[in-house]
């Protein structure tokens, strides 16, 4: 497989370099927490490394040095190997890639038993995160290292665990929409197929803009650096050497909340009730009004603000050009691009949010719901597919390097207390 000749070559280089770094200037100080950022969800304290991407505040997501608006016409499989290798693929490479999720593709017929079986009123991110969780049989990495797995061979296992995974994803969360929203039998992936066509085909949608449309979903939401809620739990629960299906599947659940990767689901449905309520698309006076009364009721605006980005989200750009060309004329598309208009200056005057911008969760579900997938409650497991691919580069990456358990030290109230009283 020319993706673990490639990490084989790399890794070395890199933990040569990372082994430099902390022997040189291992106690160089890159940060400091003050008492209302260990209060405050440690916001902006610099204390992890991620080498699969940056996300800064000006700029917004940048993969491996290049910013996410310049690979919006890559397929999804090009971005793993970058955030992988920190290159983008040749076209044998990407072959190779693809053949090898082809071939790892098949899911286990247990998942589906498991699936049908499950309340069809449970959330489709509860499903996908069970699926993920019982395939954690499959583990090859707890396998090689119950049987007694040396340190310096961690890679091959932690790889084979994230192609498996990864290669069956797109089918797992395509049949789970089938299987809750009764949608008929499950579709078979294509071996002729490219992964994100695949899993547009296997949702059984397949017209030429809606695979587009999963592509770009796809490529725009594959990683976010190491901070945010779902990886930080993912590589928490990774350097525990908890195999890949424990990871991804306790990084999911953080994905599933509304601050977070539940912020898609939720901002359609808002834009839905404006869609409704005005029966259309409302004049900027009644939209301006409808903000302020959310806010008023102590209620968030879903798709605005970030707690790192400081301006428009770049993956929000890409999704408004990509529905500039596809649907400019749809109301639910029109709302978004009013809101645009109105909402950050809303929350600049309200004067409480950091950031009054939009985030990817803005647009991404109007333009879902416009090519024919209209149940919002499984946005968010688009959304997975895609981090998936973050959070599995992540895991194979700091594994290869070695990385130690994660232990974090916490403080009482009563220390902090003592520890002012002394300052
Ligand atoms: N609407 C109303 N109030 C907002 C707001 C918004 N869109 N964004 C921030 N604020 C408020 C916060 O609730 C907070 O209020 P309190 O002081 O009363 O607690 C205040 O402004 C300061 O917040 P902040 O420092 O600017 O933002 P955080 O880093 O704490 O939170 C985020 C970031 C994304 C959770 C927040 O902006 C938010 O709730 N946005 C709406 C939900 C959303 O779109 N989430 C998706 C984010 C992308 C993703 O992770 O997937």
């Not at 440690?42 to 996300?55: A, E, N, W």
């Not at 930080?232 to 953080?254: F, M, P, Q, R």
């Not at 898609?264 to 006076?285: A, H, S, T, W, Y």
Request: aromatic letters at 8%; proline letters at 5%; glycine letters at 6%.
């Amino acid at each position: 497989m020319l993706l673990l000749k490639k990490l084989k070559e790399k890794i070395p280089l890199w933990k040569e370099e990372i082994k430099d770094i902390n022997l040189n200037y291992g106690d160089k100080v890159i940060s400091e927490c003050t008492v209302s950022q260990a209060y405050g969800g440690m916001r902006g304290v610099k204390s992890l490394v991620c080498d699969t991407s940056v996300v800064e505040p000006d700029k917004g997501l940048i993969v491996r040095e290049i910013p996410i608006i310049d690979l919006v016409d890559k397929l999804p499989e090009e971005i793993f190997h970058l955030l992988c290798i920190g290159e983008l693929p040749n076209e044998e490479e990407l072959k190779d890639l693809q053949k090898e999720l082809s071939n790892r593709s098949k899911v286990p017929s247990y998942v589906w038993n498991i699936l049908e079986l499950m309340p069809r009123d449970l959330h489709p991110m509860a499903m996908l995160n069970t699926a993920i969780l019982v395939m954690q049989k499959e583990s090859i990495f707890t396998k090689r290292y119950n049987e007694g797995l040396s340190k310096k061979d961690y890679l091959e296992p932690t790889l084979e665990d994230s192609l498996n995974l990864l290669a069956k994803l797109p089918s797992i969360a395509a049949g789970i929409y089938r299987i809750k929203f009764n949608r008929g039998g499950i579709i078979n992936y294509d071996p002729n197929l490219d992964w994100g066509a695949n899993y547009a085909k296997m949702l059984g949608i397949g017209s030429e803009n809606f695979i587009k449309l999963i592509r770009l979903y796809l490529v725009l939401h594959c990683d976010h650096e190491s901070g945010n809620v779902s990886q930080n739990v993912c590589n928490t629960v990774s350097s525990a050497l908890s195999d890949a299906y424990y990871a991804v599947s306790a990084g999911l659940n953080g994905l599933a909340g509304p601050l977070h990767g539940l912020a898609n689901q939720e901002c359609l449905r808002f834009i839905i009730n404006i869609k409704d309520k005005f029966e259309g698309v409302p004049d900027d006076e009644d939209l301006r009004k409808f903000c302020w009364d959310i806010l008023n009721s102590g209620r968030v605006v879903p798709g605005y603000g970030h707690a790192v980005l400081r301006v428009t989200d770049p993956r929000f750009t890409a999704f408004m050009n990509f529905g500039k060309e596809s649907c400019p004329d749809d109301d639910i598309f029109k709302v978004v691009e009013k809101l645009y208009g109105i909402v950050p200056n809303i929350l600049k005057e309200m004067g409480k949010a950091k950031n009054p911008w939009p985030n990817v969760d803005a647009a991404s579900g109007a333009l879902l719901y416009h090519f024919g997938l209209k149940e919002f409650e499984y946005y968010t497991v688009l959304f997975a597919v895609s981090r998936s691919m973050g959070m599995l580069s992540q895991i194979i990456l700091n594994r290869s390097f070695g990385a130690p358990i994660i232990r974090p030290k916490s403080v009482s109230t009563k220390w902090i207390k003592e520890f002012v009283s002394k300052v």
